[in-house]
């Protein structure tokens, strides 16, 4: 079964293998680099969703031969005062769509303000934490869980929850 993700990034892609392995055997995932079509650092949940979207038929388009197409696309929301981080997952086989929605996590305050004055979350992190490139690691919910919850765990439940179409095809 081939993946093509729609991202190089290395969470994104293992989040997607480990996703896909608890449903699957003998996947193979590659990555593509397309745009997402929202802004750098989307700032509403319709704007995350419409990323991830975006992001699937992109890689679809590019890449025709593959058995499943995913977007991932992490963004953030303001919630009574509070800036919130989560990120889409959209899968589609051509025929199906699968979505899910990670869990939603608090930001700190210092990253609201940096995030407020036009940065985005990983270079927020990094500043603040003293990082270099965060969003390919451990992500912001790493960083703040001393990595007991790292951004892959974080996507991986979501990947199989977008995957529950596809595996109950009569029920969708």
């Known amino acids: 079964m081939k993946i093509v993700v729609a991202s190089k990034n290395p969470v994104k892609l293992n989040a997607v293998q480990l996703g896909f392995s608890t449903y699957y055997s003998k996947i193979e995932v590659e990555g593509v680099s397309v745009a997402s079509g929202v802004s750098d650092q989307p700032k509403s949940d319709e704007e995350t969703l419409l990323g991830a979207e975006n992001r699937v038929r992109s890689a679809c388009s590019d890449s025709k031969a593959a058995d499943f ?3 991932i696309e ?12 989560f990120a889409w997952i959209v899968i589609s086989s051509g025929e199906k769509t699968g979505r899910a929605r990670t869990t939603t996590f608090q930001l700190p305050v210092k ?6 004055q ?16 965060s969003k390919q690691k451990t992500g912001a919910v790493g960083l703040l869980t001393n ?17 529950v179409p596809f595996l109950n095809p009569d029920l969708y």
């Open 69 to 71: 197409w995913v977007g």
């Open 74 to 85: 992490g963004g953030l929301c303001s919630k009574q005062g509070k800036l919130e981080a």
């Open 111 to 116: 990253v609201a303000e940096l995030i407020e």
């Open 118 to 133: 036009g940065y985005e979350l990983g270079h927020a992190n990094d500043i603040l934490f003293k990082q270099e490139n």
């Open 147 to 163: 990595n007991k919850i790292n951004r892959t765990a974080l996507y991986k439940q979501a990947v199989e929850l977008a995957l």
